[in-house]
């Protein structure tokens, strides 16, 4: 058991002596040490070096002073092990080489064999495991926002290709939902059996649908995908950008924690998921930017809003902004802590 579990705990809606605090993407642009690291290698290939994956994910954890740490990777990473070529273009985003629009191109996607295609992964998990003294929390992409990259080929604000292969090829839709969510089980599994402690899944563009379309095309398979990691005993995280809309088709999907964006007051988030659940959130990346007195009143509003019920994680509504002070993340952590104990 990591010597600091108190971000495991608020997972299990048990009671804390202060509001623990990680921040998506805590690793990341805004980190001298990051971009030193980053003139000599891709993105890529840091995920591909287990210890160099490994330092990047303490990075933060032993500067901010955060409750958790996230493995540093990307969502697209187990994507490599059933058969997709792809490049993550810079000011771009993930790049498919040939994007998915075809039963025949779902067909062709290999089962994933984490252990084969993906070892680095793993080892990098098994190296922060000894070092961490706080958990790590381990991640996939879901099934949603992995398609709308494949189908689309690259990131989009619209989703065309990929609302209309639901629309139009709702066979095609369901092969590759089938596939990407057995894919995404077999992943986050992968990553418990050596040492994650905590699994989130990142469904960053699924508020680009509408309640009727995510209830038809995306809720059944998140259903699946939660149930196949219900026997791991670890908290599983259900996070999306854009999801007010969602949040009770969300908590119906599944998840132990829900992941709540800025766009919605968190206390009025927390009622329309119920407080069976425990949530994750949600300062405006932006916020970072703001003059210290702004950031620190924001900060107190939203855990106002917790209302010191057991169960709350602070955190981002999105991941740390390349222009964010540390400093600023610094301060936050250090109010969370020093407010929820005074309090």
């Known amino acids: 058991m990591a010597k600091n579990d108190l971000f495991l705990r608020a997972c299990r809606r048990e009671p804390v002596p202060y509001t623990p605090v990680w921040f998506m993407r805590q690793a990341g642009r805004y980190q001298p040490e990051y971009r030193a690291i980053r003139e ?16 990047v994910t303490l990075l933060p954890v032993r500067q901010l002073g ?22 993550i273009r810079e000011s771009v985003g993930p790049v498919v080489h040939r ?4 039963l025949a191109q779902v067909e062709a996607l290999r089962p994933l064999e984490p252990e084969e295609s993906l070892p680095y992964v793993l080892e990098a998990i098994r190296i922060l495991r000894r070092e ?3 958990p790590l929390i381990g991640f996939a992409g879901a099934p949603f926002t992995l ?4 189908v689309e080929g690259r990131p989009s604000r619209s989703y065309t290709n990929t609302k209309a292969m639901m629309y139009r090829a709702p066979e095609v839709w369901q092969a590759l939902m089938d596939r990407l969510t057995e894919m995404v089980v077999t992943y986050a599994r992968a990553q418990v059996r050596a040492g994650a402690e905590a699994i989130q899944i990142f469904d960053s563009w699924v508020g680009a649908l509408a309640p009727e379309d995510y209830r038809t ?32 088709l969300m908590r119906e999907a599944g998840g132990d924690v829900i ?33 210290p007195e702004v950031l620190a009143e924001r900060t107190r509003a939203i855990l106002r809003q917790a209302g010191g019920r057991p169960g709350h994680i602070f955190n981002l ?9 540390p400093d600023a993340l610094r301060r936050v952590v250090e109010i969370v802590h020093t407010a929820t104990a005074a309090g």
């Not at 994007?99 to 075809?102: G, K, L, N, Q, S």
């Not at 509504?317 to 002070?325: A, D, N, S």
């Open 217 to 248: 095309y995306v809720l059944p398979y998140m259903q699946r995908l939660f149930a196949g990691l219900r026997d791991l005993g670890v908290p599983v995280i259900h996070f999306g950008v854009g999801t007010g809309a969602l949040l009770e």
């Open 99 to 102: 994007p998915i629009r075809t």
């Open 147 to 150: 398609a709308s990259y494949l």
């Open 40 to 55: 000599k290698y891709s993105l890529l290939e840091i995920c591909r070096q287990p210890e160099l994956a490994a330092t």
């Open 259 to 291: 992941g709540v964006d800025w766009r919605v007051p968190l206390d009025q988030a927390w009622q329309r998921i119920g407080y069976d659940r425990a949530v994750q959130g949600n300062l405006d990346p932006a916020l970072l930017l703001a003059p």
């Open 66 to 87: 955060v409750d958790a740490a996230i493995l540093f990777s990307d969502i697209m990473i187990p994507l490599s092990g059933v058969g997709v070529e792809f490049e």
């Open 317 to 325: 509504g999105h991941g740390v902004l390349p222009e964010t002070p």
């Open 132 to 134: 961490l003294e706080v």
